[in-house]
């Protein structure tokens, strides 16, 4: 079973510009979650979909986040425009089930480094 | 207010001495923990997790964390570290039932030759 894969791997922009990073949950996962590290600082959640609508996005720094997650599938996260703060890892989750307690299975991350 | 806390950014440890990683947490942390570990250049993968029973849980790599009320602590041990154990290790846990991990800040294991 495939796990969780997240593209691209590693982005450099310059401030201003237009990322869109993406990510492939586990087939079947109805749960699909966002996160994000800044350097030296603790994994935050950004949001959480449950099939294609957002339960959660109480995590979302400000309106220059986007994210999408159609038909339920795949997910993007568009950042527009870039700034320098928005450097650092993001993580790409997902989960079976709608009850607690269940694992998230995470992906490899996006290395996003604005210039 | 942090909800997971890691005291220690990074741990050195010769290899083969027993390493213990700290990790405490708060009332508003509902007590379903977890300890993921971070290998360089790959995701994060679940290390071990406690959700209810036993208080001391095991990987299968050697690692054991014990839930302690008392302390509000979730400790990470191993009584013997190989080289293939550098990582960061990442304790968390999920805040008032809500679907969402709290992470705390990470810690670096380096074991040293």
């Known amino acids: 079973e495939a796990g969780v894969t997240q593209f691209p791997s590693h982005s450099v922009i310059e401030k201003g510009q237009t990322v869109t990073l993406r990510c492939d949950p586990i087939s079947g996962h109805d749960n699909l979650y966002w996160y994000r590290r800044v350097m030296g600082k603790e994994i935050k959640f950004l949001l959480h979909f449950v099939k294609e609508s957002k339960q959660d996005e109480s995590g979302m720094p400000n309106n220059r986040f986007l994210a999408e997650r159609t038909g339920g599938t795949y997910s993007t996260l568009k950042v527009q425009p870039a700034e320098l703060e928005d450097s650092g890892v993001y993580f790409c989750?997902?989960?079976?089930?709608?009850?607690?307690?269940?694992?998230?299975?995470f992906g490899p991350g996006t290395r996003l480094t604005v210039t | 207010a942090q909800s997971v806390t890691q005291l220690d950014s990074q741990v050195p440890v010769f290899e083969e001495a027993p390493v213990e990683l700290r990790c405490n947490y708060s009332?508003?942390?509902?007590?379903?923990l977890f300890w993921y570990v971070q290998y360089p250049n790959q995701g994060l993968q679940l290390l071990l997790k406690?959700?209810?029973?036993?208080?001391l849980v095991k990987s299968i790599n050697g690692f054991e964390a014990e839930f302690n009320k008392s302390q509000t602590s979730f400790h990470l041990r191993k009584p013997s570290v190989h080289i293939s154990d550098t990582a960061e290790y990442f304790c968390?846990?999920?805040?008032?039932?809500?679907?969402?991990?709290?992470f705390g800040t990470g810690t670096k294991l380096q074991v040293i030759p």
């Open positions: 968390a846990g999920f805040p008032g039932g809500y679907q969402k991990v709290t």
């Open positions: 406690y959700l209810s029973g036993s208080t």
């Open positions: 009332s508003s942390v509902s007590v379903y």
């Open positions: 989750a997902s989960s079976q089930g709608s009850s607690l307690p269940y694992e998230q299975y």
